[in-house]
């Protein structure tokens, strides 16, 4: 019975998702209005399909996990360090400025002072489950926008941790929360230890064993046993989460774990709209709308003058401020857990923290709209500043000249050589571990990886390649992959290796702008030096080859 329960509220998601989504986004209003929409008309104050929103929400966190995990695994310790500055300038003070002046309008309704500072410091962390979808959506993250609105939410996810230690300190006595203190650091150390010494060759034993769905258990394991970790010592899942893709940043098989947790990333964090658009509770609403809709417009103002008054501070450009500021002013899915938390440690009553549910549903409901008018006012300014920063950084972002080196066997490695030696910038990939470690141990920019999926050869980089070479020896799969792969990037030039002229001729219907037969390459070698140990002169020796081989490829590699 219970069973049944479940998957009818599943099919009610799905359903929900699938018919008010697409009408969202047709709309120019986006996927996660969508997404929250749908949740608010199939949630309790709907037509009430769905009544258990807590045990939705349990299950629709992993979304906020899996977000963490891919934020991290996209960055690394180099690029955190070298962004330092940004993160702790604007993200600190945004964070320190918005927590103090809300914590100082909680006061003004004769809240407590310590869960006034609660209430302010959770509000102010803004929605970064909101934001990087956004973003990502639009193709923003390395515009000056993307990485002004990263650093400010990668500071606030960061200060998750300090923030539920400072909400146990307010409850517990000192020496509780220095126990608690001394758990967490030593979870923290053994996770990195795990990452540096167990997890790679982990992941190597089973990438040898070329089974793609062992593989994709393999990185849910990595993410949700971290994750576990870490909420067990009293830490959030989501910190868990952010350590292991930092961990697993640098390694060789970092494109394919992306590649595999992006459509778990995609589809608990629609879940985790939908349930945060079930748990607006409109009896309180009812009751209250002036004061609801007061506090929510005092808190999106809040927000957005601090955001734009750092980052003027900072010297961003206007319209970016202006943009990144109407992006973040709502507050985020960390707010939950934090007020929760509070909850449970008895520094905050009920009917408190479902008015401040409401506040943070309310403003996540009204950001897309918000986010609309920050994209139009930066249109504007820059429309009359011709062209911004952002602009440049996004030029920057898609420059031309990667080649796409799909296998790293003995033509695929003789290649990188000549890539390497003609300082050409190249990335190489194939499924083999060993391929993949060897190559990384003699200094070849090679990572482990499926060809075949669209989603691994995205996060290389392939649509601003200038070139995929397939040096695959294998006949049927190399025709597979160009016929993939074309069909993805029909502009971009793919080179193929073939065994012989029936082969290239399958391989140029596929869809390969050139195809090189080895068999041929391999008799004009032989036949020029017999020719020319015979006495032949080199300019004939090369017209006669020039010629068997135009001859030979007729009709072939003219795309």
């Not at 939950?336 to 403003?363: E, H, N, P, R, W």
Request: glycine share 10%; with cysteine.
């Amino acid at each position: 019975m219970q069973e049944t329960i479940y998957l009818t509220h599943i099919l009610f998601l799905l359903i929900a998702a699938v018919l008010t989504v697409p009408i969202f986004q047709r709309l120019g209003l986006g996927s996660m209005l969508g997404y929250l929409a749908a949740g608010v008309i199939i949630g309790p104050w709907g037509i009430g399909l769905i009544n258990q929103v807590e045990e939705i929400r349990h299950i629709a966190e992993f979304g906020v996990v899996f977000l963490l995990f891919i934020i991290g695994i996209e960055l690394n310790f180099t690029r955190l360090l070298a962004m330092r500055r940004m993160v702790l300038g604007l993200g600190l003070s945004q964070l320190m400025i918005t927590g103090s002046l809300l914590a100082g309008v909680a006061l003004l309704f004769n809240i407590s002072l310590n869960t006034a500072i609660i209430i302010g410091f959770g509000l102010a962390l803004s929605s970064t489950a909101f934001g990087l979808q956004t973003l990502t959506e639009s193709n923003e993250m390395e515009s000056q926008t993307g990485r002004t609105s990263f650093s400010i939410l990668l500071l606030q996810d960061l200060a998750v941790v300090p923030l539920l230690t400072l909400v146990s300190f307010l409850a517990q006595d000192e020496a509780t929360t220095w126990f608690s203190f001394l758990q967490g650091a030593l979870a923290i150390i053994a996770v990195i230890l795990a990452g540096r010494f167990i997890v790679p060759p982990a992941l190597r034993l089973v990438a040898a064993s070329q089974n793609s769905e062992v593989f994709i258990a393999a990185a849910i394991l990595v993410v949700l046993g971290t994750a576990w970790l870490l909420e067990a010592v009293g830490l959030s899942m989501a910190l868990g989460a952010f350590l292991a893709g930092l961990i697993l940043a640098d390694s060789h098989y970092r494109h394919q774990i992306v590649a595999d947790i992006q459509p778990f990333r995609g589809l608990l964090l629609g879940l985790f709209f939908m349930s945060v658009g079930m748990s607006v509770n409109f009896g309180i609403l009812m009751q209250k709308p002036l004061l609801i809709a007061g506090l929510v417009a005092a808190l999106l103002m809040i927000k957005i003058i601090v955001i734009l008054f750092v980052c003027k501070i900072a010297r961003i450009d206007n319209g970016v401020s202006l943009r990144v500021s109407m992006l973040l002013s709502q507050s985020g899915e960390f707010g939950f857990v934090l007020f929760g938390l509070a909850v449970v440690l008895g520094l905050m009553s009920m009917d408190l923290f479902q008015i401040l549910t409401l506040i943070i549903a309310m403003s996540m409901i009204i950001a897309p709209f918000t986010t609309l008018v920050g994209e139009r006012i930066e249109r504007r300014f820059r429309k009359n500043n011709k062209q911004t920063f952002s602009d440049k950084t996004i030029k920057q972002g898609n420059a031309e000249g990667l080649i796409i080196l799909v296998g790293f066997g003995r033509v695929g490695r003789r290649v990188a050589k000549i890539l390497d030696a003609g300082g050409v910038t190249y990335l190489a990939l194939d499924s083999k571990p060993d391929l993949v470690t060897k190559g990384e141990k003699d200094g070849f920019a090679v990572i482990y990886g499926d060809a075949s999926r669209y989603d691994v050869l995205s996060a290389m980089g392939a649509a601003r390649a200038s070139a995929i070479l397939i040096t695959i020896d294998k006949a049927n799969i190399a025709e597979r992959l160009v016929h993939l792969i074309r069909a993805r990037y029909p502009e971009i030039p793919i080179y193929a290796r073939g065994h012989d002229k029936e082969h290239c001729e399958k391989l140029h219907k596929a869809g390969a702008t050139i195809s090189v037969s080895e068999t041929l390459e391999a008799s004009l070698k032989l036949g020029g030096a017999a020719l020319t140990i015979s006495g032949v002169s080199d300019e004939t020796v090369t017209t006669l080859l020039d010629d068997f081989r135009g001859v030979y490829y007729e009709g072939l590699n003219d795309r």
